[in-house]
């Protein structure tokens, strides 16, 4: 079945600079690829996603690349603020519904 | 339009005694999943389910858990027996159809601490 690393675990980045997280994941089927942010004492959070036949999407601060043939995709949110301090979580899946995710980034972002 | 909404937020139960987890999917969804979270770590995938049907099972253990989604009313995810293991949180996920079209949306899940 799927297996889905991510690194770092913890990230501190100051205000104002770039932060990435990476993962790796193992079936070559995985065709679907979302980000998720999960604060405190609430349910993980769709930020966005990629599907195979893309190798980059942007949302404003937000970007998502993808390495189909080294199998790792990675997040990179640029110009942090205080608000994006949270876990994110990426995961991977052959269809959507059955999401492998990775164990999750611990973000802080230094005022 | 309201999100999944999941209930109790906060559940304690004995070892030996049962759990019941609710989730109401979002309006039009008619796919639900459910999803477990120790302290710590990522989401591990239970169970898929659509209007009466249990479509994949393959994350649930055999003995003690199931789950349901009635023609009317909400999902509901079934622990019985409780052990100190079972302790976690449990987040429900809704869809309106299958494919990468179709994203998961998580509700705030159901925090169940067995004593």
């Known amino acids: 079945g799927e297996n889905v690393e991510q690194h770092p675990s913890t990230l501190s980045v100051q205000e104002g600079d770039s932060a990435v997280i990476k993962c790796t994941y193992s079936?070559?089927?995985?065709?679907?690829f979302p980000w998720y942010k999960q604060e405190l004492g609430k349910g993980p959070q769709l930020i966005i996603d990629i599907r195979s036949n893309v190798g980059e999407k942007k949302d404003q601060r937000i970007a998502v690349t993808l390495n189909k043939t080294a199998k790792h995709f990675s997040l990179h949110i640029t110009e942090t603020q205080p608000e994006d301090s949270a876990v994110y979580f990426c995961a991977a899946s052959p269809g959507a519904q059955k999401l492998v995710f990775g164990q999750g980034t611990r973000l802080t972002i230094n005022p | 339009n309201a999100g999944v909404m999941q209930n109790p937020r906060h559940l304690v139960r004995r070892r030996g005694q049962e759990a019941r987890l609710r989730c109401s999917p979002m309006k039009g969804h008619s796919h639900v999943y459910w999803y477990r979270q120790l302290p710590e770590e990522g989401l591990k995938f239970m169970v898929y389910?659509?209007?009466?049907?249990?479509?994949?099972e393959s994350g649930m253990p055999k003995e003690r858990f199931s789950a349901e989604f009635p023609k009317e009313g909400p999902s509901i995810l079934r622990i019985q027996q409780v052990v100190r293991g079972d302790s976690a949180a449990y987040f429900c996920?809704?869809?309106?159809?299958?494919?990468?079209?179709?994203?998961?949306?998580f509700g705030n899940g159901t925090r169940l601490t067995v004593t």
């Open positions: 389910l659509q209007k009466e049907n249990i479509i994949d």
């Open positions: 079936d070559s089927a995985s065709n679907y």
């Open positions: 996920a809704s869809s309106p159809g299958q494919g990468v079209n179709s994203p998961l949306h």
